[in-house]
């Protein structure tokens, strides 16, 4: 797989420690399917974004950034609002003297031959349009932040791979929806759209800093039907049990935090940051979190369980756990996601899963040019007995 021509290797100022990496070969056991691993965490990830339908249509949307010469591509047929951002046209000039030099525009076939000449002059028209001569270039460090429609709420920009829990979660309008690791908001603000605006986001933080950059960004995006809780996340659950019974939610995210093995392409400090006793520590908490949540999804209620890592002991020793647990009361779910995806594995190093743990997925960048992910989906079968 090449992936020179999407952008530019970045400089390396972190190693693997030898552990991750002997852990990711036993992962990757094929050589081929491990270098291009390795070869694709030297590039940064693609520029993504998702449209925010509450404010705007994904066609009206294209159009305006378009309207900027951006190249702009939808990778997934059935989700018109998610987007990547490959480039802009610049330079720009026409030999065609009916032509006023302002008015000119590019059309779709322009910037479709422009893409496939990437980095190379293009020139392409017709008869009636005349020349347009132009070089394709990366967008400007910031500049998709800083464009009037990201600061208008029209857009979040969102890693493609941390769009999929809620696509396979899939919240419904006038549904109880729970997130409860929020910030910064990039799903809970994707769950409102889902959602029309309509019933009601618990959207629970811990971090006050954090808080306030996902009141930021509900308030952008125009979300109505979130309220924000700063509680521990297995601290709330356990208070929402004991003090209202009667709550229970249609769906619940658990989008647990992780050691990130799976950000290395945004966020190469994760190499130095990484240890296999954060992995362990972190397990620990992620099932907590999960037992919690569990406890107060209604029955028939769906939870999806996700992470940003590879680490088996945050991912399917956590699912293992959870279907133990949880026995008669609990069923994972196969789930539909629109990226190539591989199954949760069921044996790692001396430890064996379940077979169903199979239905969990596994994201790696390599196989759909994004961020490594992980998530599961489950559906509550019958209340828990104390």
Known sequence: MNFKSKSQPKSRKYEPKPEFVERIKLLLPDEKDYNDYVEILNYPPVRSIRCNTLKISPDKLKKKLEEKSWIVKQPWKNHEEIMIVEGKIIGKKRNNQKEKDSNIKINNQQKIQAKQDFEQPTSVGDDNFGVVVGDVVDLEPGELGRALEHMLGYYYIQELASMLPIIALKPKPNE??????????SKTTQAASEMLNTGTIIANELSLGRIKILAS??????????I???????????RLKKNLPEIKFDKILVDAPCS???????SPITYQMWSMRTVHT?????KQLFASAFGILKVGGEMVY???THAPEENEQVVN????KFE???????????????????KWKDEDYKEEVKHACRIYPQDNNTEGFFLAKFKKLKEVEE
Request: glycine share 8%; with cysteine.
């Open 260 to 266: 990130g093995e799976g950000t290395l392409r945004s």
């Open 328 to 346: 008669n009361a609990i069923q994972i779910e196969k789930i539909e996601i629109p990226v190539k995806s591989r199954p949760g594995i069921t």
């Open 176 to 185: 109880l929806y729970l997130d409860l690791c929020s910030a910064p908001g």
């Open 321 to 324: 756990w959870a279907l133990n």
């Open 217 to 226: 960004n509900l308030e952008k995006n125009g979300v109505t039907n979130a």
């Open 282 to 286: 972190l397990s620990q908490i992620q």
């Open 228 to 238: 924000i809780t700063k509680k521990d996340g297995i601290a709330l659950c356990k």
């Open 306 to 308: 996700s992470t940003c």
